[in-house]
């Protein structure tokens, strides 16, 4: 259960705000499905504007990295920061865009090392060597 | 100041079973350098070689991510998890696999929006569409 | 499910020490509704004890932050942390303290601009300026 | 040490578009300094301009909360986060705002025992009342 | 619902390499009961494999500490990363392995108050003693 | 550098009710010297004596967990809060009390292990088994 309402598409017609940018979300997914996390920013206009238009600005729009590769960081983050439904949603995006079992697979690998070493390297407070210094 | 005591290269070298993971790092990653995780690592050559061989499992050895885009995933983990030496180390490390700063650009756009729209979703504790459902 | 047994209301007046705890929690609350959070601490009188002692002093005498201020504070540090429990708990007291939709919206803003901007200093690792300085 | 090179005001004002985002921070702030996190940022101008927009849209402009609930909104997520320069950042910014020593010490109050009813709620997995349902 | 199929025992037994870690598992732990975890990392044979290994290495092979202590560090980890699972099937094997209720009261005493300290500490930014240097 | 003043003795035997505790401090551990979270902790009184309050009664008085096990503990939360401070206070009180060289390599493993399979928990989403409920 969520910590606000999920509005509806009855609902998202009835504010031109709300609409215009489920519309676009819509157009630019080319897809009429509209996942939760929308529907509950939609108590928010102002915010589910600026939440949108960063997501297309970062996720959609064309760049130096690959969508694959941009959703496989997402997952990372969201897997760290425990939000259960953040790894549900990306993780379905990276399949949508191609993510294989054996990428999934190594992906995880990435993820567990990362972490574990993380762990290793805070708990030992490893001093940063001088030739990591950028300059 | 490290949890711990760092071993220099002849306290290395007086212990057989850490010399020979550190002959392997050395051998492994083509350079002389080793830095001062797996110097702390040394005071649990069990633990060094596990870890070791880990890493150089996932990390080192070719699969079907590339090297870069590991590299990136482990950057993300190690931002979430606010571990200043593993950021250090692995940007570093992208870097002299090719990262570029453009890309650079985009990886801190996507783990800055992921990092948002995660505490979005934990704060609005959004409910999983039953169409990320794998089944 | 929990990791501990809920204790019902019989089961708390079977035992003095959790009986006087919820008879506080209901007297200070002004209500008669006692939450899961307090049925399961019930398994440890003495951390019961302690951890009521201290939202009673912290969160309801009166101070130099207000109710609402304190209740989205917890909120924060719960959304980071990403307690579920206590994100709708705390959200629902912050309710039943007067907040509108309208602050609650700036709310997510914020926290959603704070994630995004603490891991963007993470991944940078950017230096403390000396003007920040406490002396 | 940083992991990106950080922008002096030369190179700010070699830089159109990087100059164009500081001028706007000083007017905006009425003062001269500009902190190390915006100088780190520099070397995204897109990323950079996209930041400082939302920071403005979320904690300069006025709302419905207060300027200083804000800031210990955001240092509440910046601690949990352990990012030692955005709890600096915005310690300074809450002071300049007019915390009191003693708001800063109910606000650490706070901050503590939600850290700590997080974990207990956490390690003792509560499920959630149906009363905290929003409908 | 995972993000990835759980396998059960029909398709484990139809593939030798997850067969093998299976059966391992089932004969190390002297039951037939093999939890979802290592269902859901079926799919990643590889991945399967060095992680049983490593639990089997750290958490049952006799060590320098006891067994019941190595699950309760589990948990706390556990607990603070907010990983339901882990929090769950730990919690399960440390009673397995004798927890009391008095030892878990006074666990939970103490990761509630180490995360209470570890907040006040970060958002106090306090400077580490160069007592606890080791040199 | 701290985001508030740290108390000198001299400013600590000013304020009756700060020395009171500090005194208790001394007394209890039977050492003069008090580390820097005390003299942080100092600004806010109450605060200071409710934290002592607590960490006497959690962490000094004898209980049915070992000292070395709640210190081990309190380490593992400190690793994943990434709280510098405290796991270089808590490992030098673990020392202390007699961890060695070997339980510190063992807890270093449990520690990596359990903060790779949470990532992999998370990532996975694994649902909880039914035969880990409580009842």
Redesign the interface.
């Known amino acids: 259960?969520?910590?606000?309402?999920?509005w509806n598409d009855e609902e998202v017609s009835a504010n031109p705000r709300v609409k215009a940018a489920f519309d676009d979300i819509r157009v630019t997914r080319k897809s009429d499905?509209v996942?939760?996390?929308w529907r509950?920013?939609a108590?928010?206009p102002?915010?589910l504007e600026?939440?949108w238009s960063?997501?297309k600005?970062?996720?959609v729009e064309p760049?130096?990295?690959d969508p694959l590769?941009?959703e496989?960081?997402?997952?990372?983050?969201?897997?760290?920061?425990?939000?259960?439904?953040?790894?549900?949603?990306h993780?379905?995006a990276a399949r949508a865009k191609g993510l294989?079992?054996?990428?999934?697979?190594?992906?995880?690998?990435?993820?567990?090392?990362?972490?574990?070493?993380?762990?290793?390297?805070?708990?030992?407070?490893?001093?940063?060597?001088p030739?990591?210094?950028?300059?």
Chains 1, 2, 3, 4, 5, 6 share one sequence.
């Open positions: 259960m969520a910590t606000v309402k999920l499905f996942n939760n996390f509950a920013l108590n928010q102002e915010l600026r939440t960063g997501i600005q970062v996720m760049g130096a990295l590769t941009k496989l960081i997402y997952i990372a983050v969201s897997t760290i920061n425990s939000c259960s439904y953040c790894i549900h949603s993780t379905a294989t079992d054996q990428q999934h697979a190594e992906f995880l690998a990435v993820v567990g090392m990362a972490a574990e070493t993380n762990a290793l390297s805070n708990a030992l407070q490893v001093p940063i060597d030739e990591f210094n950028v300059g």
